[in-house]
T-cell receptor
């Protein structure tokens, strides 16, 4: 089946530093990937839609200069949290769209970011 | 934009009993309704989905029903097992492949 990986699974960083999270589709090509944020015991909130070779589309209220998204290849999208602050601590989840008859989104295992 | 509400937020059932989770949506243009299961510390996994051209879909112990007129859809799990314990999310979008709007989630606990 379609597998999506994320790296790292957990990361702790200090305030003011930047952190990059990778999302890879391992056995299929994905022209579209999505980035979500999930707070403890809450639902998934879409942050942005990442399209290969073009700029990401951000949801209302998401700062594009703070959450940099790069979808440089058909199997890799990255999310960089710039100048991280404790309030950026969260579970970040990506999904990759498997184009075809079903157009299903396959989710990665998530990355837990803790900013100290 | 779309708004998806999900009930209940928590559900405790005895092993072997059925579990039902209900969702309502606001955008009549939505046509794709997936359900996801999320285990602790992991990403969501698609368990079943339904498109607006059908009213019901079943896959072994899991079934989903859709009422487009009333704008609600439900997940039914029969013969629940302890491994069904997880958080379940419903979602809606205009079409498969479009961005999803998620419900608030239901924490299901199946007691042995």
């Amino acid at each position: 089946g379609a597998v999506v990986s994320q790296h790292p699974s957990r990361v702790i960083c200090k305030s003011g530093t930047s952190v990059k999270i990778e999302c890879r589709s391992l056995d299929f090509q994905a022209t579209t990937m999505f980035w979500y944020r999930q707070f403890p015991k809450q639902s998934l909130m879409l942050m942005a839609t990442s399209n290969e070779g073009s700029k990401a589309t951000y949801e209302q209220g998401v700062e594009k200069d703070k959450f940099l998204i790069n979808h440089a290849s058909l199997t890799l999208s990255t999310l960089t949290v710039t100048s991280a602050h404790p309030e950026d601590s969260s579970f970040y989840i990506c999904s990759a769209l498997l184009a075809g008859a079903s157009y299903e989104q396959y989710f990665g295992p998530g990355t837990r970011l803790t900013v100290t | 934009g779309e708004n998806v509400e999900q009930h209940p937020s928590t559900l405790s059932v005895q092993e072997g009993d059925s579990a039902v989770i209900k969702c309502t949506y606001s955008d009549s243009a939505s046509n794709y309704f997936p359900w996801y299961k999320q285990e602790l510390g992991k990403g969501p996994q698609l368990i079943i989905d339904i498109r607006s051209n059908v009213g019901e879909k079943k896959d072994q112990r899991i079934a989903v029903t859709l009422n487009k007129t009333a704008k609600h859809f439900s997940l039914h799990i029969t013969e629940t097992q302890p491994e069904d314990s997880a958080v379940y999310f419903c979602a809606a979008s205009k079409a498969a492949g479009n961005k999803l709007t998620f419900g608030g989630g239901t924490r299901v606990l199946v007691k042995p």
